[in-house]
């Protein structure tokens, strides 16, 4: 009777052990595929963006997170008109929320005042508002728009550092994204000038 008790137990030890072996092996596959794939990784951290030819006036667009970055290089008049813009925006100061890293809390809302870097997602909806640039008339905004964005899908409008015009449906100014320049024509989007990464 001992023999056959001892058997058992001999047996369900086994068991138990092959059991979990094998839960084992079937768990690895299933957690690894739970990580996220290279491309998804790459998409998450930094990118870097060469600025070395981007023109004065122009605007170059980068994927980060899955969100269109804008880099403009403004001209002396597009800087200029940001002094004059003050009085059609709703927070010209970007004191609203967190908008922008500290380093960028200033009138050009950017590193370095001729470059801006910013996330084209309007605030409102999420749509991604268009650049119209020339200013007055020719812009097919009014003969008093002073150069910047405007969202077709309802209306908001935001100056050329992405600041929101009062009166629309975007309640805050455009994010700008951590950056930091690495060299003089290369901008890293997505982490500080000490490495770290911010979502």
């Known amino acids: 009777m ?4 001892r058997k058992r137990r001999i047996l369900l030890i086994v068991t138990t ?12 596959p299933f957690m690894a595929s739970m990580r996220p794939s290279a491309r998804a990784r790459a998409l998450g951290g930094p990118v870097n963006a060469d600025i070395g030819k981007l023109e004065f006036g122009r605007m170059l667009t980068v994927e980060w ?3 269109p970055v804008w880099i403009v290089r403004r001209t002396p008049s597009m800087l200029a008109q940001l002094k004059d813009d003050v009085t059609l925006l709703a927070d010209p100061d ?5 908008q922008q890293p500290p380093y960028a809390k200033n009138l050009y809302r950017s590193i370095q005042p001729e470059v801006l870097v910013i996330v084209g997602i309007c605030t409102h909806l999420g749509c991604v508002p268009v650049q119209r640039f020339a200013v007055g008339a020719e812009s097919g905004l009014g003969d008093n728009w002073p150069g910047g964005y405007f969202c077709p ?3 908001s409008k935001f100056d050329l550092a992405g600041r929101v015009f009062k009166n629309v449906p975007a309640p805050t100014n455009l994010v700008v994204p951590p950056h930091h320049y690495a060299t003089n024509t290369s901008i ?3 982490a500080d000038s000490l490495g770290a990464e911010h979502g």
């Open 94 to 98: 970007s004191d609203v929320g967190t």
């Open 17 to 28: 052990i092959m059991g979990a072996v094998g839960a084992a092996f079937t768990a690895i």
């Open 153 to 155: 899908c309802h209306g």
């Open 2 to 5: 001992e023999t056959v008790n």
């Open 65 to 67: 997170r899955g969100k």
């Open 188 to 190: 890293v989007i997505g």
